[in-house]
């Protein structure tokens, strides 16, 4: 099992150690963390019984890779030993919009670095991750990503290039689902159900809906028009829906989460 240290300790940092735990990749005893003056690192060391590092040279200390978890403006305050210490070490960063250039700068003697783009479904392992590195990853240094990626749930290796979008669509995907799932359940409560009516009945069909989705080999069009006869509700409810552009407001959403990602790499 490879040693990982963890530099943060929020959700993402969270999400990543419990899923490198759940999925036997890592021992608790195998991982570090530091945080930053809020007590995450405690809380996690507490409830996952990883190990809290007293220093930056007890965090470094016979780790085989290094795990970057803290929020991106963070990432400019950085302790600089943490560079020093990284030497002939994998470094693995999960911060949005922080290109593989300004890592290396910052870890320049780290016998690679790779960057990643997980999301919050990785808590409970249904996540989806993409990644790329500085260079070719070595067998060894890829079993070590690979058992990070998917201890979060499945991993796409991409060109650094599409990562701004992979941001907007992944990473930023699970908080358009959630804000879609909480205006269907808002608007049917109006139509006279319940709170807890409609969570069962948005909830569950949603879930079914892409149930059905993937255990068919049909794409999602056919399997609307399935279920849209002419002159139907179906039918009636997606003309509402091309009527306020409905699928343009989801590409305006990721053009403008692709966008912010770029200026937060600038």
Do not use: H, W
Not at 12 to 22: D, F, S, T
Not at 34 to 56: E, H, P, Y
Not at 74 to 98: H, I, M, P
Not at 143 to 164: H, K, Q, R, T, Y
């Amino acid at each position: 099992m490879a040693k990982l240290s963890f530099i943060g300790a929020g959700r993402m940092a969270g999400a990543i150690v419990r899923g490198l735990i759940r999925s036997g990749a890592c021992a608790p005893s195998d991982i570090k963390v530091v945080g930053g003056a809020n007590r995450s690192a405690k809380d996690l060391a507490k409830d996952t019984g990883v190990i809290l590092a007293t220093s930056a040279e007890d965090l470094f200390a016979g780790a085989d890779a290094v795990v970057v978890a803290c929020k991106p403006q963070q990432f400019v305050l950085l302790n600089e030993s943490y560079g020093r210490l990284a030497k002939d070490k994998l470094v693995l960063s999960v911060l949005a919009g922080t290109r593989l250039e300004k890592l290396t700068q910052f870890f320049k003697t780290a016998r690679n670095v790779v960057r990643t783009m997980p999301n919050t479904p990785g808590a409970i392992g249904k996540g989806v991750t993409a990644r790329c590195s500085a260079k070719a990853l070595t067998p060894e240094d890829r079993a070590i990503v690979e058992s990070i990626c998917n201890g979060l749930g499945m991993s796409l290796e991409i060109p650094e290039d599409m990562f701004d979008a992979v941001t907007a669509v992944s990473g930023s995907g699970p908080g358009f689902f959630f804000e879609f799932i909480s205006a269907y359940e808002e608007a049917a409560v109006e139509l006279g159900f319940t709170p807890v009516q409609a969570q069962l009945l948005v909830r569950q069909t949603l879930l079914g809906s892409l149930a059905l989705l993937q255990s068919t080999q049909e794409s999602p069009d056919e399997l609307r028009n399935q279920v849209t006869s002419p002159g139907g509700t179906t039918k009636a409810g997606l003309e509402a829906l091309a009527k306020n552009q409905f699928r343009g407001t989801i590409k305006a959403a990721l053009l403008a989460a692709k966008n912010r990602s770029e200026e937060l790499g600038k």
